[in-house]
């Protein structure tokens, strides 16, 4: 049996398909390894089963054991490894893609609607009690009839759209080639950022995290949307420059913000905390139960294809 490296628990249904196919060495107390831990304990193991809370930079890569052929990280993106490094060691990297779309999608609208919809403000007013109502109070953006411009319009994006299409908004969307009329569902393609933004009342943000997309909102580009815009990301942090989306939502050039991911996740930048129109949620794209099986299980089946065929369908580098 091919040994295996699990790094943090799995729902009980992924762990006891992981036992039944591997010697695998699971995390019962759940504790977040060191880069240093997982190479000194992954000796003498064939692969890997990561997860996004792990950073697999080259330095710790280039330190793993040769007996080390795959990681196989639970998620669909793969920002928390160096994906060359991997390669030049002959390491493959996998990841889950397809099973979080939904899941992923429906905390994508959530931002959309708790940011248009002052919910921070409001759950915080419920909670105090007392509230003053009147006809100007907590007034916020409705969604029906506002654009939404969909950044990296693949799977996830696509789900937002037909959603947010259905609740009357008007989806544009970039992406690195336009789709077919079938995929676009009516969406109106942009063929750049800036045109994007600039028909953007409400941004979603789903393209992965790659050296391009890096800080891809900036100083510059929060300028390209339209006064009182609203930016929400269900990606990865690393796509947006935080002093820059602050200062933008601060001067009320963007109107409000509706965040699940951040740079250095979990302490996200604490300028978001003093906002009161900032959104936030802790990473919950994936969290339902369903799809953290549907995810674990398919880490698995990487690992389990890697090993019988020495290659995968969903290997990424
Ligand atoms: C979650 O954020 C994932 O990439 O799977």
């Not at 196989?72 to 920002?79: D, R, Y």
């Not at 063929?191 to 028909?199: E, G």
């Not at 815009?229 to 002093?243: K, Q, Y």
Request: net charge neutral; charged share 25%; hydrophobic share 40%.
């Amino acid at each position: 049996m091919k040994k295996v490296l699990i790094t943090r628990r799995l729902i009980r249904e992924s762990e006891d398909k992981a036992s039944k196919l591997f010697d695998a060495k699971f995390n019962t107390n759940d504790e977040l390894y060191s880069q240093k831990k997982i190479i000194e304990m992954s000796e003498g193991f064939d692969g890997i089963l990561s997860s996004l809370t792990e950073k697999l930079d080259a330095e710790t890569i280039n330190q793993l054991p040769d007996s080390v052929k795959i990681i196989s990280n639970f998620a669909v993106g793969f920002g928390n490894i160096d994906l060359e490094a991997a390669k030049n060691r002959g390491i493959a990297v996998t990841n889950t893609p397809e099973v979080l779309s939904d899941a992923t999608a429906e905390i994508g609208i959530l931002l959309i609607l708790g940011a248009c919809r002052r919910a921070s403000e409001g759950i915080e007013s419920a909670k105090e009690g007392g509230w003053k109502w009147s006809a100007d109070y907590l007034i916020g953006k409705q969604l029906t009839g506002t654009r939404l411009g969909i950044l990296g319009m693949g799977r996830i994006g696509q789900k937002i759209a037909k959603i947010a299409k259905s609740l009357g908004m008007v989806i544009h969307y970039h992406n690195r080639s336009k789709l077919s009329e079938d995929k676009e569902q009516g969406a109106t393609y942009h063929d750049s950022i800036k045109s994007l933004f600039s028909v953007s009342d409400v941004l979603s943000i789903c393209c992965p995290a790659t050296k391009e997309t890096e800080n891809l909102i900036n100083k510059e580009t929060v300028e390209y949307f339209p006064k009182g815009a609203v930016i929400t990301n269900v990606a990865r942090g690393d796509i947006v420059d935080d002093e820059a989306l602050i200062d933008a939502l601060n001067r009320r050039k963007i109107y409000a913000a509706g965040l699940d991911v951040y740079k250095n996740e979990p302490n996200l930048n604490a300028g978001y905390l003093k906002i009161p129109s900032a959104f936030v949620l802790p990473h919950l794209g994936s969290a339902t139960k369903d799809t953290r099986i549907a995810m674990g299980n398919l880490a698995i089946d990487n690992l389990d294809e890697f090993f019988r065929t020495g290659n995968c369908i969903n290997k990424v580098n």
